[in-house]
């Protein structure tokens, strides 16, 4: 509730105070929008956490964990803080990386930590010295990957919000009740924020709130899954957050094989791709929800959810779906 009372105040400051995002040819939008949507989704996820706070619900944590949950929570913070510099001045890619690379760290030094990964048919094999390299890669990485995929009228804003939901549904499962908490007010503040943000957007969420996302994800997926000494410890966050991460992979590759900055914005992305084969704004969004909740149902299945497949196959008939009127699409345009 709180995002969508706050929404329309940011917009309206946000006009006022010219803080928007210009069309340029690289961009879909064709009229000036307001870029500091994510100050709603922070300010929805803030108030619901430090109403859980105030309630004692985090008190019930063992000290180890609560360390974990501060980490979490105050590193999205940070993170929101550096996006949201970028929204209102501009900073270069790499100050902003560094502040990332440095805020995850802090998050690792309090015990936001991949320490192990549990392969099927391996066993746990301790990462020791690169639980730091490889827990950084993941915190930043999933971070600038929702910031990446933020490209079309809420298509970032419904990702993560799936994703959350996902992430929710395997923690109660797992009974990881700290990061089931975050969970949902994060799933809640990403999907109320649609009502503005979904095509035709009215406002955009910016750096600030991908960041804010995709940090706050990526550190669930770490508290909340990846600790669990299971089989499928690794393979759950990696589904759940798997569009985001193989579309940022993809075009950083291409930018890099092509000698380009991985930072140099352009139109290699799945959905500018779904974009040029005919699919409308709307439907190439709606394709990659299907597509993201495909996942997630795979993920909820993998993990041992009571009916998981046969969520998996229902999401399966209707990516199915989905993809046939896609096709239908670009053979009629």
Avoid at 199 to 210: E, K, S, T, V, Y
Avoid at 283 to 300: H, K, N, P, R
Wanted: charged share 10%.
């Amino acid at each position: 509730m709180v995002v969508l009372w706050t929404t329309p105040a940011i917009r309206a400051v946000g006009l006022k105070s010219g803080q928007v995002d210009l069309p340029d040819p690289r961009k879909v939008h064709t009229q000036p929008m307001v870029r500091l949507g994510g100050v709603s989704i922070f300010t929805g996820v803030t108030t619901a956490l430090l109403l859980v706070w105030s309630l004692g619900w985090f008190g019930i944590l063992p000290p180890a964990a609560e360390y974990e949950v501060w980490g979490v929570t105050i590193g999205s913070v940070l993170v929101f803080l550096v996006g949201l510099s970028d929204d209102l001045f501009s900073l270069p890619a790499v100050p902003r990386l560094l502040a990332q690379f440095g805020i995850a760290t802090a998050a690792w030094s309090v015990g936001v930590q991949i320490e192990a990964v549990s392969l099927p048919g391996v066993g746990v094999w301790q990462l020791g010295i690169l639980s730091l390299p490889i827990t950084l890669i993941w915190l930043v990485g999933v971070t600038n990957a929702i910031n990446f995929i933020d490209g079309l009228d809420g298509l970032a804003a419904g990702v993560s919000g799936i994703a959350a939901a996902v992430t929710l549904i395997v923690a109660l499962l797992t009974q990881q009740w700290a990061a089931a908490l975050i969970a949902s007010a994060l799933a809640g503040a990403a999907l109320g924020f649609l009502r503005y943000n979904f095509n035709p957007a009215q406002i955009f969420m910016g750096d600030g709130g991908a960041y804010f996302l995709g940090f706050m994800l990526a550190g669930l997926s770490v508290i909340g899954v990846v600790k669990l000494v299971t089989t499928v410890a690794i393979i759950v966050p990696l589904l759940i957050l798997s569009v985001p991460i193989v579309d940022t992979t993809s075009v950083i590759i291409q930018r890099l094989s092509k000698g380009l900055s991985p930072f140099k914005p352009d139109q290699r992305h799945l959905h500018h791709q779904l974009l040029k084969v005919g699919l409308s704004h709307r439907f190439t969004v709606l394709t990659i929800y299907a597509l993201t909740l495909w996942a997630g149902c795979l993920a909820l299945a993998v993990s041992g959810l009571p009916a998981g497949w046969t969520y998996t196959a229902g999401a399966t008939v209707l990516l199915g779906y989905v993809g046939w009127v896609a096709w239908r699409r670009t053979v009629e345009r």
